[in-house]
């Protein structure tokens, strides 16, 4: 049966919050999961020592992982939904993914017969 890493949701209306879980890819999101990698809070958030400098503060998104155990499931084929994917390649355990319209080689293509013809012709 195939394995996935996805986001589970919790939390509120309007305030989300996310475990990274591992489950089996026809169970229901909020299934039981096979095992919980850590957790994911959407909503960007100040830490307490930055709030003072109201210039300087950055607010941040938080994401704890088990890097470990998301490693080893990725090493057994566990594969990630689009979401976990992000996720994971900010922490670095993988490659970013490319859009549909990323890295296209643009490659001038023969011009078609009859104006090769053409062209011969005129010469």
């Known amino acids: 049966m ?3 890493l996805r986001l589970a949701r919790f939390g509120r209306r309007h305030a989300p919050f996310y475990n990274i879980v591992v ?4 169970t229901a999101r909020n299934s039981k999961p096979l095992e919980v990698l850590g957790t994911y809070d959407p909503i960007p958030r100040q830490t307490q ?3 003072d400098n ?7 998104k938080d994401i704890r992982l088990d890097t470990a155990r998301a490693k080893y499931w990725l ?12 996720l994971l ?17 643009i490659e001038a293509s023969p ?4 104006q090769q013809r053409q062209q011969q012709q005129q010469q």
């Open 23 to 26: 489950a089996h890819a026809r």
């Open 49 to 51: 020592s930055s709030a």
């Open 89 to 105: 390649s900010m922490v670095g355990l993988l490659e970013p993914k490319l859009k549909a319209g990323g890295l296209r080689r």
């Open 75 to 86: 090493g057994v084929g566990a594969q990630p939904s689009d979401s976990v994917w992000k």
């Open 111 to 114: 011009p078609p017969q009859h």
């Open 2 to 4: 195939v394995v996935r």
């Open 54 to 60: 109201d210039a300087a503060a950055r607010a941040f």
